[in-house]
Every structure is written in structure tokens, then in C-alpha cells.
């Protein structure tokens, strides 16, 4: 009977460390910050506009990745406002009719050490954008940029799930075990110095 007793106080600590580790600590290690404007990939991709990632998100002619499209790819067609959403209102008088460049949150920065260029990546190995980067193109909503208030990195590089069990491959993040399983999945040699300075 005593061995029971001792027991039980044990169980609902485990638990509560459980709980707290994988539900409280990630909700106090990562802060959330709202992107400026929101933006539908959904609409743009689908039948409405018709546009493919590729429309805003191109290699340069040097294989220089374009990043995040300039304010005046937006402008082309959001010189007024030609929808009802009070995104695209908010677009078109906040940013477009003053000429001010939007200042998105970077999901995927990489830190500072790290080089990443996408034309072998994507032209060479023909590697899908949502490899890494996620169903962006599916969604309606930008989510909030989840930022670790220790490192500063974003969610999207460190993965969503500390445990890292069961996941999909975008939700394993952009840390470089990930590249490294990659490289070796399909014979690539690398070097340290291949992507870091």
C-alpha cells in the first residue's frame, strides 16, 4: 500500500512535465509576431488569379533567388482596390498608393553563418519549394512568425515540433541535419564550406 501512494504523487509529476514541456515551454520559448498585411496564396495561385510560385518567387538571371516580390509586383494589378477583404484595402492605402514597401517577416532566414542559394537546389535537383518551405501556396492566411526569443530563429528553421517525432518533412525545419539526411539521400558530397562562411 505505501509503494501505491509514492506512486501516485510520481505519475502527476511526470505528467505535469510532460504538459509543461510540450505544451508550456514552446508557448514561452517562441514569440509570436503578426506579419504587417495579410496575403492569400490560395487566391493568387488558384483559378482567380492563376499565378504560379514561380510569377513572384524567380531565380534571377545570375541564379540569384528574387526572395520576397517587390512592392511593385503587388502594384501592377492593386493600384485601386479591386476586391472586398480589408487586407487588400489595407494594401492598397497603406502601402501602395504611398509607395512604401511592405516589411514582411522573413519565416525562413537563415543565420548568419549559413549561405543557401536555391538555383542548384531547385533548377539542379529539381527539389519542390514545399520540401522545405511547406503548403504556403495552399493557404489563406499568412500565420504569424513564430521567432525564439533565445536564438531569434524562426520556428520554420528550428521545425515545429521539439520532439521531432512523426512529421512531415517541412515540419522538420532548415537546420542543417536536415540538409546534411538530404545530401545524403541523394549522393551529394558536401563540405562545411559549401554553406558555411
Not at 506512486?7 to 510532460?18: K, Q, T
Not at 492566411?141 to 520532439?163: H, I, K, Q
Amino acid at each position: 500500500m505505501v509503494k501505491l501512494r509514492g506512486f501516485a504523487p510520481f505519475a502527476v509529476g511526470v505528467i505535469v512535465a510532460l504538459v509543461g514541456g510540450w505544451v508550456a515551454y514552446p508557448r514561452v520559448l517562441y514569440r509570436q509576431i503578426e506579419q504587417p498585411a495579410q496575403f492569400s496564396h490560395k487566391v493568387h495561385v488558384g483559378e482567380a488569379v492563376g499565378l504560379s510560385c514561380e510569377d513572384c518567387h524567380f531565380l534571377e538571371a545570375d541564379g540569384r533567388f528574387s526572395g520576397i516580390p517587390p512592392l511593385e509586383n503587388c502594384a501592377g494589378c492593386h493600384s485601386e482596390v479591386i476586391g472586398e477583404t480589408a487586407a487588400e484595402k489595407q494594401l492598397v492605402e497603406e502601402y501602395v498608393s504611398k509607395g512604401r514597401e511592405i516589411p514582411w517577416l522573413v519565416y525562413s532566414r537563415q543565420p548568419e553563418n549559413a549561405r543557401f542559394a536555391h538555383a542548384p537546389h531547385v533548377k539542379l535537383a529539381g527539389i519542390a519549394c514545399e520540401r522545405c518551405h511547406g503548403p504556403h501556396g495552399e493557404s489563406h492566411v499568412l500565420r504569424p512568425l513564430e521567432r525564439n526569443r533565445l536564438s531569434t530563429y524562426s520556428r520554420d528553421v528550428e521545425g515545429f515540433r521539439l520532439a521531432r517525432l512523426r512529421i512531415d518533412e517541412h515540419e522538420k525545419g532548415m537546420k542543417m541535419d536536415v540538409c546534411s539526411d538530404c545530401h545524403r539521400e541523394r549522393g551529394v558530397e558536401q563540405s562545411c564550406l559549401t554553406c558555411h562562411k
